[in-house]
């Protein structure tokens, strides 16, 4: 019974570390070609860098469902934990939805939305943005 319980103790105190929350965000610069960025994805859970995951990173555009896709590409390993680089080529500037699709440490996928232009990418709040026409 004792067995038990320790085991029930250990698995409530793990539970938190389980449900911790994968966050990712982009670095992007434009480089010297047209509509093509350089990366560096920072990708945590729970505030604590991820090392060691493998990372394939695509980007649609919302707006124009199927019309716009990036093939998916292998990030590489950055400098620091939890970083990893990768070269984005998009068709056009304008607001797209970059697809972080995470194995290893842990398996998850992550939807960005960013917006790209020559300044780089930033990330899009909605509350932020005006109304469609």
Known sequence: MAKAALGLILFFTALPLLAQKVEGELACRLTKTDFIYDCMI????GGLPLPGAAVTVGADMPSMPMAHNVKPVKAT??????????????????????????????NDQLILLYEFDEKGAQPVRRGDRLPRK
């Open 42 to 45: 920072r990708i945590s859970r």
């Open 77 to 106: 390993p950055g400098k620091t934990p939890g970083e990893y680089a990768a070269k984005l080529d998009l068709e056009m500037l304008g607001e797209w939805a970059v697809k972080l699709r995470l194995r290893g440490p842990v």
